[in-house]
């Protein structure tokens, strides 16, 4: 059915057009308005590692000594931030530091970056505060640290046990040093112990995949991202490694082993199409907030986020949009490129309306009637026919106004929901 599959986020195959807006128009409506949502996300961005994975290509660099200048920075943008109306009315209900490798910082960089957060934001006592993390840079000290700190999640870069493909994409630890280090964390951490492990690997077994899923149950994971590799061009691995070794029908063969064998255990559930939960653990708050348009602030360089959702409609999660509705709805999607360059595009009701119908599509079990209320009638018919083909192939069913994927299903996902994507797309221009 699909001749290539989607790895990245789904998305339509055509660009859209941006349209730009100043720094001065966003701290103007930072000013003079206040949020119809309150809640909000604050994504923080440490571009630095002290050991570069071949297979990365995010925004980092190799650490230089820039620790120090860098939290200063950090904690004038909190301050400055902090200060505006808009954002003090907000209800912070996750706190997620990206990177590179947030846990680079010292603890005399993390604590008062942290407390600064506490002092400037309304941090709502339920708040997701995570971490994404190597095990190298995550010693007990910090961990304590952290815990007092009101850190209650790690995402730890683990990428699989296998010692042979732990040297391959260039990880600190053997097998047996990153299952202690695992347990350490474990037995010290009282929040979430998430991980990520990718697979497809260049001659990854079945056995080895399996080995993944068994050690993620065995150390109540509490949830772990789960990728295809993808050679990315910028990346030391995409220099030695050639694209050929690839079969899409292997890697098929390799998700499925481990999805099957996480599910087997009857601890884990499909959270998302690369994330899988141990039941009643993970929230995932940070990306389910966005899904639902919750505003991110972005702070630090390489940082994304979006600021300034609004609408008269009392933040109903599905909007009837682009059918004669009315309202004045969306945000300002902006990304710090340097600290002092930043690129800001505005997002207008029909852009959220789009992006709010492919976060739908990121979920195993899909309600046709918010998918019926994004998009016209016309569509909503093709969409079904297309709907009914994936049925027919064995990648969902289609029970009770919900799609219900099957683990083929979630294997396709990101590729269902790009053609999604592209049937909808000329309700959204």
């Known amino acids: 059915m699909?001749?290539?599959?989607q790895k990245g986020h789904a998305g339509p195959t055509r660009p859209k057009k941006i349209k730009m807006a100043t720094n001065a128009e966003v701290e103007k409506f930072l000013t003079e308005e206040l949020p119809t949502q309150k809640d909000g996300v604050i994504y923080i961005h440490v571009p630095f590692c002290d050991n570069i994975c071949s297979f990365c290509s995010m925004n980092r660099t190799k650490l230089e000594d820039e620790l120090d200048s860098y939290t200063q920075y950090?904690?004038?943008e909190i301050e400055k931030y902090g200060k505006f109306p808009y954002l003090q009315a907000k209800n912070i209900r996750s706190v997620y530091f990206g990177g590179g490798t947030p846990t680079i910082l010292k603890e005399k960089h993390l604590e008062p970056v942290i407390t600064a957060l506490r002092s400037n934001f309304n941090i709502?006592?339920?708040?997701e505060f995570s971490l994404e993390t190597t095990l190298h840079n995550l010693n007990l000290s910090k961990v304590r640290l952290l815990e007092s700190l009101g850190v209650n999640r790690f995402s730890i870069g683990v990428q699989t046990f296998s010692d042979k493909g732990r040297k391959l994409l260039n990880r600190v630890h053997d097998k047996k040093s990153a299952i202690e280090h695992l347990k350490m964390i474990r037995q010290n951490f009282s929040g979430m112990v998430c991980t990520d492990i990718i697979f497809n690997y260049p001659e990854q077994t079945i056995d080895e995949v399996l080995e993944d899923a068994r050690l993620v149950d065995e150390l109540k994971i509490d949830s772990t991202s789960f990728y295809s590799l993808q050679l990315?061009?910028?990346?030391e691995l995409a220099k030695t490694v050639s694209q050929d070794y690839y079969d899409v029908n292997y890697e098929r063969e390799l998700h499925n082993a481990f999805v099957e064998k996480l599910l087997g255990t009857g601890n884990?559930?499909?959270l998302e199409h690369t994330k899988f939960n141990r039941i009643g653990r993970d929230r995932y708050q940070y990306i389910r907030l966005s899904h639902e348009g919750a505003d991110i602030l972005p702070l630090g360089r390489g940082s994304g986020g979006k600021l300034g959702y609004y609408d008269i409609y009392n933040g109903a999660d599905?909007?009837?949009l682009g059918r004669g509705s009315g309202g004045r709805l969306g945000y300002y999607d902006i990304y710090n490129a340097k600290e002092k360059m930043r690129m800001i595009n505005k997002v207008d009701d029909k852009q959220r309306a789009e992006a709010r119908l492919k976060s739908l599509f990121m979920y195993p079990k899909i309600d046709l009637a918010q998918v019926k209320?994004?998009?016209s009638v016309e569509t909503f018919s093709t969409l079904m026919k297309f709907f009914k083909k994936c049925e027919s192939k064995g990648y969902m069913h289609i029970e009770n106004g919900f799609l219900n994927y099957t683990t083929d299903g979630v294997f396709w996902g990101m590729s269902i929901g790009t053609e999604v994507a592209n049937i909808s797309q000329k309700d959204f221009e």
């Open 2 to 5: 699909f001749e290539t599959r």
């Open 74 to 76: 950090l904690l004038g």
């Open 124 to 127: 709502s006592d339920d708040c």
């Open 232 to 235: 990315f061009e910028k990346s």
């Open 268 to 270: 884990y559930e499909v």
């Open 318 to 320: 599905i909007l009837p």
């Open 373 to 375: 209320s994004l998009v």
